[in-house]
């Protein structure tokens, strides 16, 4: 059973930098042949995407903070990495990635959902 | 942008049934997938492609799709099923969506 452990600094300043890192363990214990993304949730609020890196190395992101963010995977693929630049109060939240299962249809083109999850870290964006 | 609609809040008594919808214009062409997320914890994959449930998700947990709106059904609901519900789907360009998400109540 593949498991997810997110981990960074639970405080950051204010126009700095936010880098958080995602331990896959257990499965393969490799984060290879597979995809992964990052998901975002303001306190009280909803679920936010933030993006997906996939097996080759492609990714997509989230319109609106496209400018800001960068996922990749380390080479031994059992890291997964976030940095997200410029960070307000407004980027404060539980952080979590997800292991992303990956389909293709003519019709629809690519389609994803999320089936393994870590438990999240919190970021607070402060002084 | 593109959005997926569900009602902020469903309340049912233990043993009735849950319905939670989630509406979304595209849906007719992409699958639909629910969450589950109880409080302090993070979401678990309920349902995925309108109607699938992964391993270890009991039968009485369903999901289907009709046109543009796509539902969450929980029968025999219990007191553990009180948590948040998020739909999500995605556009033609792989962009992710979730839905506002809704907060059963069992009363």
């Known amino acids: 059973q593949v498991q997810l452990q997110e981990s960074g600094p639970g405080l950051v300043k204010p126009s700095q930098t936010l880098s958080l890192t995602c331990t896959v363990s257990g499965g393969s214990s490799s984060s290879g042949g597979h995809n992964w993304s990052w998901i975002r949730q303001h306190p009280g609020k909803g679920l936010e995407w933030i993006g997906n890196i996939y097996d080759s190395g492609t990714t997509d992101y989230n319109p609106s903070l496209k400018s800001r963010v960068t996922i990749s995977v380390d080479r031994s693929k059992t890291q997964i990495s976030l940095r997200l630049s410029f960070v307000t109060a407004a980027d404060t939240a539980m952080y979590y990635c997800?292991?992303?299962?990956?389909?293709?249809?003519?019709?629809?083109?690519?389609?994803?959902?999320?089936?393994?999850w870590g438990r999240g870290t919190l970021v607070t964006v402060s002084t | 942008s593109y959005e997926l609609t569900q009602p902020p809040s469903v309340s049912v008594s233990p043993g009735q049934t849950a319905r939670i919808t989630c509406s979304g214009d595209?849906?007719?062409?992409?699958?639909a997938h629910w969450y589950q997320q109880r409080p302090g914890q993070a979401p678990v994959l309920l349902i995925y492609?309108?109607?699938e449930r992964p391993a270890g998700i009991p039968e009485r947990i369903s999901g289907s799709s009709s046109g543009t709106r796509v539902t969450l059904t929980i029968s025999g609901v219990q007191a553990e099923d009180e948590s948040d519900y998020y739909c999500q789907s995605g556009d033609s360009s792989g962009t992710v969506f979730f839905g506002g998400g809704t907060r059963l109540t069992v009363l």
């Open positions: 492609k309108d109607s």
């Open positions: 997800a292991r992303v299962k990956e389909y293709y249809s003519d019709a629809s083109g690519f389609e994803y959902h999320f089936d393994h």
């Open positions: 595209a849906l007719p062409k992409q699958y």
